[in-house]
C-alpha cells in the first residue's frame, strides 16, 4: 500500500460533550490583580467592572489594573461584596464586619454606618447578600434582615418545628430574604425541609421544598429575580425557582453553589465550588448545562456593557470573554490549527485541518457541537473535502478517495488532482477546479479519472446559479459554462476581465466575486456593483460568503463581516455592516472557510475552528459612555464634575479620557473639537493636549471614532482667567482712576458750555420766532389778495348785496388776523372763530356751493388750548378751491373735526369734491403759469411747529374719487 490511513473515534463522556469554551482571558497577579482570590465582580452605575478580593477591591480601566488597600483608608483588605448605592457609590463588606463606601468619581473610600458594624461586631456573623432598594441597602445577615441606610433590624421570629422556614419579600421588584435566626444562626444547624413564602406585590404563594438524601446547612442562602418575574433561591448545592405560578423546579450539584446570575441574554449562570461555572441556556435547568472553568470556584458573574462576559475565581482569579456568541470545542485536534476547508451535511460537518486530519463533528443541541470522529492521512496532505450521497470525497496532493459518513474509505484511490474548488451540480458531476483547468466526472466513474468535459481555464472559484450555469472565477475572468460552451461574461465591463479569486452564486441569483485588486462586488442583471469597504471591514481578500435570509457572512482575511444589501434603482445600499475580530471571540481574524449547520455559524480561521449561534450572533454595543477629567496641576481652579478653570499662564493643558471599554481598547480612537470649531481631530491617544489657548470660555467636544454606530458624545466646559491687567476689578480700578480725572476736566468746562448752550438756545428760539413771524407775514396778503380778487368779482358782476355782506364778513375777519398777528399762537376757540368766519366768506364767494360743519370734541377745552395761527385755513382753502369749486352741482359739504391727543390737537378737513387727481386736470388746463406757494409755506410752518399733515383720496364703492381728506397733527403751545 502507497499509504496508510489512520483512523482514530473520540467517544466523549458526558460531561466532555458539555464543555464548551467562550474564548475566555484570564486575569492573574501577572496582569496586575492584587491577588488569585476573587469574591466578586461587579458593575459599577458608569459601565466600570470592579472586583473584591482578599487583598482589597480594585477597578478595570482602559487596560489597567487600579487597587485600592487598608493604604487607601480600606476598612480591610478582605472584601467580599461590592454593590451599587446610591448615584456614583458602591457598598462594599468585609471580613472584619465593616462596611464602606467608594466614590466611583474620584475613585476614593467614604466614610461608613458605625451603627451597622457594631451589630454586626456584636453577634460575630457575617453578610451573605445585600439588595440595594432606592437609596436603601438591605443586608442579609445570619442574625436577620438589616437596613444599612436606617440602621434597623428586621427579623422573622418563626420556629417551625420540622423546617425550615425563609420568606421572600418584594420591595421595588427586589426580593428580599428573611429568615429565623435562631436557626440561622447557627453553622450546625441542618435541615431537610424548606417552606418558602414569597410576597409578589400581587399575591401570596407557598412552596414546600424537600431535599430528602440531603443535609443542608443553613448559613448558604441567596435570592435573586429572574427577568419573567420568577424567583432563584440558592440553598446549598441546590439552584431553585419558584415561579408565579406557583410551581417550583430546582437543579442539584455535587458541590456547593456559590453564586447564581441571569446575563443579558436570559441565560443562568451558576457559581459551584471546585466544580467551575455551569451554564444554562434560556435559564432552562431542566436541561444539562455546559461546565465552564473547570476546577474552578466561581464566586460571582457579571456582564459588562459591550455583552462581555466576567467570572471571578477563588483559584485562579478573573476571567473575561468578549462574547458569548462565538464558543470553541475543547479539543486539541482543533486548537492552535489552520482550518482549511469546512463541508457540512444535514446531521454532521466535516472539517478539514491542516494536520491532515477529518473532524466529524455532530449538534447535541440547539447551540453547541461535539465531536464524534477524526480521521489523520499521514501520507497525503489534503486541500478539500465534499459530501455527495452520503459519502465524502476528499481531494489531496497524492490522491483523492471516497470515504463513508463514518470517515471510512470506500473502493480505490484517484491520483491527487491538488483541487483548488469542487462543485457538485444537480446531475451529480462532480467538477474539480484546478491549476490546470476545471474537470468534470459522473459520480460513479470519478475514480476511473475519465472526465466526461474538460474546460481548458486557470480557474479559482466554481458556482451554480439558477439556470444551472456553472459560473467559473478564473485568470482571464468570469466565465459562464453550459452545453459544452464557455462564454466570457466579460464584454461590457473590463472590471470583469481581470483575475476572479471567489465566486458565490446567492438565491436572488446574484453574483458575489471577489475580483483581484479591487475586492468584493455583485453582478446582477448585467451590471456590476462595487461594495464599499467601510472602515475595513471588507478587504480585498475574501475567501467565503454564507447567506441567512438577508444577512450574508463574508470571511475575510481581516475577520468576519456580516453585512445586509439592497439594490435598489440600480443603486446598491449598504444598509448595515459590522466586523467581528479577534476582540469578539473569534480565535483567529484570518476567516479560510465559512458553513452553515442548521442554526450554527461554523468558522474556520488559520488558528483554529470555532462557531456561533446564528439566532444570538449580534454586535449591538456602543461606546456612548466617555467621561473628560483634567489632569491635577496647579493651575486648575473650581473644579466641578463637568466644568472647571485655569490661570492663563499654563503652558499645556491635559484632559484624560476615561470610557468603559474591554473588547477593543487599545484600538479605540477618540476625536475633539471645540463647540466653535468645524471638524473633529482624530487620535489613538486617551489624552488631549492643548496648547497655546486664550482666555475665555471653552467647550470641548469628545466621541468614538472608531465605530460609526457609537453616537455618544462627552463634553467639558472650562474657563481660562484673563491676566491680572484684564480682569474686571483690575480695568474698574483703571476706569475709576481715568473717570475722576477725565470728571475734574469736566467740570471745569461743563459751566463754559452751558453757558455757550443757553446763549445759543435763546438765539435760535429767536431765530425761528422770526421766522415764523416772516411766513405768516406772507400769508396774510396771499389771503388779502383772494379776498380782494372776490370783492373786485362781485362789483363787476353788479352783485352789490352780495359785495356788501362780504366785504362786511371781510373786514371781520381782517381784524380778527391782525388782532392776533403780533402772536405765534392762538386761543383755540379764536382759531375756530376764524375758521367758521372764512367758510361764511368763501360760501359768499362761491354763491353758497358748499355747506361746512365743525365738530370738537366735548372733553377738549378750547379756552385754555393755544395752536400756531392760520395753520389749518390753508387746507380749508384748498379743498374749497381745488375740489369742491369744481363741482357741477351745489352739494359740496366741508367738515372739519377737532380732537385731542396726549401732546397733540388733531384736526380732520374732510370734502367731497372732485378729488385730487381732477382738481390737477383742472389747474394744468387753465392755470399752466401759476405755482400755489400756500402749500409749500404752510408745510414750513408744520415743520417749525414739530407738526405735520397726512392727506388721503376718498374712494365710492365703484372706486371712482369722492373728496380728500386732511389731518394735521399740532403739537399744543407748552408755554
Not at 466523549?12 to 460533550?17: G, H, I, W
Amino acid at each position: 500500500m502507497k499509504y496508510i490511513v489512520i483512523i482514530i473515534s473520540i467517544v466523549c463522556s458526558t460531561c466532555n460533550l458539555k464543555s464548551q469554551n467562550f474564548a475566555f482571558t484570564n486575569y492573574s497577579t501577572d496582569d496586575g490583580l492584587p491577588t488569585s482570590q476573587i469574591f466578586q465582580v461587579t458593575k459599577d452605575q458608569k459601565g466600570y467592572i470592579w472586583f473584591s478580593s482578599d487583598a482589597g477591591i480594585g477597578k478595570f480601566d482602559m487596560g489597567k489594573i487600579k487597587v485600592l488597600t487598608m493604604s487607601d483608608s480600606l476598612p480591610d483588605n478582605t472584601v467580599f461584596t461590592l454593590t451599587k448605592f446610591l448615584q456614583n457609590r458602591l457598598l462594599g463588606t468585609c471580613y472584619n464586619h465593616n462596611l464602606f463606601e467608594v466614590d466611583i468619581n474620584n475613585y476614593k473610600i467614604l466614610t461608613t454606618h458605625k451603627n451597622i458594624t457594631k451589630i454586626l461586631h456584636k453577634s460575630n456573623t457575617l453578610i451573605l447578600q445585600t439588595s440595594i432598594i432606592k437609596n436603601h441597602a438591605f443586608l442579609n445577615t445570619g442574625i436577620g434582615l438589616l437596613n444599612y441606610s436606617l440602621s434597623n433590624l428586621v427579623v422573622l421570629s418563626k420556629r417551625p418545628p420540622s423546617y425550615a422556614d425563609i420568606e421572600i419579600t418584594f420591595s421595588e421588584d427586589e426580593p428580599l430574604l428573611n429568615f429565623d435566626e435562631k436557626y440561622f444562626s447557627s453553622s450546625n444547624t441542618l435541615f431537610r425541609d424548606f417552606r418558602v413564602t414569597i410576597n409578589f406585590k400581587d399575591k401570596k404563594l407557598n412552596y414546600f421544598l424537600q431535599f430528602k438524601d440531603q443535609n443542608i446547612n443553613t448559613n448558604n442562602f441567596r435570592v435573586n429575580k429572574l427577568k419573567n418575574g420568577d424567583v432563584g433561591l440558592i440553598i446549598g448545592r441546590n439552584y431553585c425557582i419558584l415561579k408565579k405560578n406557583g410551581s417550583s423546579s430546582y437543579y442539584t450539584c455535587n458541590s456547593e453553589i456559590v453564586s447564581a446570575y441571569q446575563d443579558a441574554e436570559n441565560d443562568l449562570w451558576l457559581g459551584v465550588r471546585n466544580i467551575g461555572a455551569l451554564y444554562f441556556n434560556n435559564s432552562n435547568i431542566n436541561n444539562d448545562p455546559e461546565v465552564l472553568l473547570k476546577n474552578n470556584t466561581v464566586t460571582s458573574v457579571c456582564n459588562d456593557n459591550e455583552g462581555g462576559i466576567w467570572l471571578s475565581t477563588l483559584e485562579n482569579g478573573i476571567y473575561y470573554s468578549p462574547s458569548k456568541i462565538i464558543k470553541q470545542i475543547n479539543s486539541k485536534a482543533l486548537s492552535s490549527v489552520s482550518i482549511k476547508k469546512i463541508q457540512v451535511t444535514d446531521q454532521n460537518a466535516l472539517i478539514l485541518t491542516s494536520a491532515n486530519e477529518i473532524i466529524q463533528t455532530i449538534p447535541y443541541n440547539h447551540d453547541n457541537l461535539k465531536i464524534k470522529s477524526v480521521l489523520t492521512f499521514t501520507d497525503n496532505e489534503i486541500n478539500n473535502i465534499k459530501t455527495i450521497d452520503g459519502k465524502v470525497f476528499a481531494t489531496g496532493r497524492n490522491y483523492s478517495s471516497f470515504l463513508s459518513t463514518n470517515l471510512i474509505k470506500i473502493g480505490n484511490s484517484l491520483p491527487g488532482v491538488g483541487a483548488r474548488e469542487i462543485l457538485i451540480d444537480k446531475n451529480k458531476i462532480i467538477w474539480i477546479a484546478a491549476y490546470a483547468g476545471v474537470k468534470g466526472y459522473k459520480f460513479d466513474q470519478i475514480l476511473a479519472d475519465n472526465p466526461l468535459k474538460s474546460i481548458r481555464q486557470n480557474c479559482y472559484g466554481l458556482s451554480i446559479d439558477k439556470a444551472n450555469n456553472m459560473i467559473i472565477g478564473s485568470f482571464n475572468g468570469l466565465l459562464s459554462f453550459k452545453d459544452d460552451s464557455v462564454i466570457p461574461l466579460n464584454s461590457k465591463y473590463p472590471l470583469l476581465r481581470s483575475r476572479i479569486d471567489y465566486v458565490f452564486v446567492d438565491s436572488l441569483n446574484r453574483y458575489w466575486l471577489t475580483i483581484n485588486g479591487y475586492g468584493l462586488c455583485i453582478y446582477y442583471n448585467g451590471k456590476i456593483y462595487l461594495i464599499k469597504q467601510n472602515d475595513n471591514n471588507i478587504n480585498s481578500k475574501v475567501k467565503c460568503i454564507v447567506q441567512n435570509g438577508n444577512d450574508y457572512w463574508i470571511g475575510t482575511k481581516n475577520g468576519l463581516v456580516k453585512i445586509n444589501i439592497i439594490i435598489k434603482d440600480s443603486i446598491i445600499e449598504n444598509h448595515f455592516s459590522v466586523r467581528y475580530s479577534s476582540e469578539d471571540g473569534l480565535i483567529s481574524d484570518e476567516i479560510n472557510d465559512l458553513k452553515k449547520l442548521n442554526n450554527l455559524l461554523l468558522i474556520g480561521t488559520s488558528k483554529g475552528f470555532c462557531f456561533a449561534n446564528l439566532n444570538k450572533i449580534t454586535k449591538n454595543y456602543r461606546y456612548d459612555s466617555i467621561y473628560l477629567k483634567p489632569q491635577n496641576n496647579n493651575y486648575i481652579k473650581n473644579k466641578l464634575d463637568n466644568y472647571f478653570e485655569i490661570e492663563n499662564n499654563f503652558d499645556k493643558l491635559f484632559i484624560d479620557i476615561y470610557q468603559p471599554a474591554y473588547r477593543n481598547f487599545k484600538s479605540l480612537k477618540y476625536a475633539y473639537k471645540f463647540d466653535t470649531d468645524s471638524a473633529f481631530v482624530i487620535q489613538n491617544s486617551t489624552t488631549i493636549t492643548l496648547e497655546n489657548i486664550k482666555y475665555g470660555n471653552y467647550k470641548l467636544i469628545v466621541k468614538n471614532a472608531s465605530q460609526i454606530n457609537s453616537t455618544g458624545q462627552a463634553t467639558i466646559n472650562f474657563t481660562v482667567k484673563k491676566p491680572i491687567w484684564l480682569r474686571w476689578w483690575f480695568i474698574c480700578l483703571v476706569i475709576i482712576l481715568l473717570f475722576f480725572i477725565i470728571y475734574i476736566i469736566l467740570l471745569i468746562r461743563t459751566n463754559k458750555i452751558k453757558k455757550v448752550n443757553a446763549e445759543k438756545a435763546r438765539i435760535e428760539k429767536l431765530i425761528n420766532e422770526y421766522k415764523m413771524s416772516s411766513l405768516q407775514a406772507q400769508m396774510n396778503p396771499h389771503f388779502i389778495f383772494n379776498a380782494f380778487s372776490s370783492i373786485q368779482q362781485f362789483i363787476l358782476t353788479k352783485q352789490t348785496d352780495d359785495a356788501y355782506d362780504y366785504l362786511a364778513k371781510f373786514s371781520k375777519l381782517i381784524r380778527l388776523v391782525l388782532e392776533s398777528s403780533r402772536d405765534n399762537y392762538i386761543n383755540l376757540q379764536n382759531e375756530i372763530d376764524l375758521l367758521t368766519l372764512y367758510l361764511e366768506v368763501e360760501q359768499l364767494r362761491t354763491d353758497n356751493k358748499f355747506k361746512f360743519n365743525i365738530k370738537v370734541n366735548s372733553n377738549i377745552n378750547i379756552d385754555s388750548i393755544s395752536i400756531p395761527i392760520m395753520l389749518i385755513q390753508p387746507h380749508v382753502e384748498n379743498a374749497i378751491w381745488h375740489g369742491i369749486s369744481h363741482l357741477k352741482n351745489k352739494d359740496g359739504l366741508i367738515t372739519i373735526a377737532i380732537e385731542e391727543l396726549a401732546e397733540h390737537i388733531v384736526f380732520t378737513v374732510k370734502d367731497n369734491g372732485v378729488g385730487r387727481k381732477e382738481a390737477k386736470k383742472f389747474n394744468d388746463a387753465y392755470n399752466k403759469q401759476h405755482r400755489s406757494l400756500a402749500t409749500d409755506i404752510n408745510n414750513e410752518r408744520l415743520n417749525l411747529f414739530e407738526s405735520n399733515s397726512k392727506i388721503e383720496d376718498l374712494f365710492n364703492n365703484i372706486n371712482e374719487p369722492c373728496g380728500t381728506m386732511v389731518t394735521i397733527k399740532i403739537r399744543k403751545n407748552d408755554d
